[in-house]
């Protein structure tokens, strides 16, 4: 089952501008995570922000939580041709270990 | 060695057939799971093993089976699966219950 909603469902830029991508989910949480998804592949962990945390950085990546509102935002800053992948939030509820993501934001990233 | 591996890349099964999905990490991480996934859809949790032990089974049906042999391997044995089970199965891991996961490549499998 899936925890929430991410927002845009698919989201296409130029290389060099700025990729916002937002995640609302439900139930209350122990920490949200982001990941990256080539192609079908495999799932590559981005960043995880704890419940207490309200923003992180990590190089181009900055995520912000609001817990009040239940929403994440990741933002990819200068974004690159090789950044074009799904995103998808995930959270973990208290107690850890179940995992749920959210639907995608498919990026594209044109050249 | 911060990789998960998973065996194969491809499978390609009928429905009567018995096959395995083999998962391997070697970073010490004592919880693993099992994620299915659909085309254009985020990944369902299957199953959790924390410390070689079955944690979290998300209602998965019986033709689904996991096993946990050691703290390194997970495997996914599938017997009687049906076409709709057709999808992308991945395997991860995390080191704590507090903590990002790593993801292998991934089977695609395919059920005729």
């Known amino acids: 089952s899936q925890q929430g909603e991410e927002d845009p469902q698919a989201l296409s830029i130029q290389e060099g501008e700025n990729a916002t991508m937002n995640c609302s989910y439900k139930t209350s949480i122990n920490n949200l995570q982001w990941y990256r998804q080539n192609s079908g592949r495999g799932l590559v962990h981005l960043i995880l922000i704890r419940s207490n945390e309200r923003e992180k950085h990590s190089g181009r990546l900055r995520v912000t939580l609001d817990t009040s509102k239940k929403s994440s935002s990741l933002l990819i800053t200068a974004s690159r041709a090789a950044d074009t992948a799904s995103y998808f939030c995930a959270t973990d509820s208290t107690g850890g270990f179940k995992t749920i993501f959210g639907a995608g934001t498919r990026l594209f990233v044109k050249a | 060695d911060t990789e998960v591996t998973q065996t194969p890349k491809h499978l390609v099964m009928g429905m009567t057939n018995k096959k395995s999905l083999k998962c391997e990490q070697h970073m010490g991480h004592r919880a693993m799971y099992w994620y299915k996934q659909k085309a254009k859809k985020p990944p369902e949790l299957m199953f959790v093993y924390s410390y070689e032990k079955l944690s979290i089974n998300e209602s998965v049906p019986s033709r689904f089976s996991p096993e946990c042999p050691n703290s390194s391997l997970l495997n996914l044995h599938l017997h009687a699966l049906q076409p709709e089970d057709s999808a992308l199965y991945l395997c991860?891991?995390?080191?704590?219950?507090?903590?990002?996961?790593?993801f292998g490549p991934g089977t695609r499998l395919t059920v005729l």
């Open positions: 991860a891991s995390s080191g704590h219950r507090d903590a990002g996961k790593f």
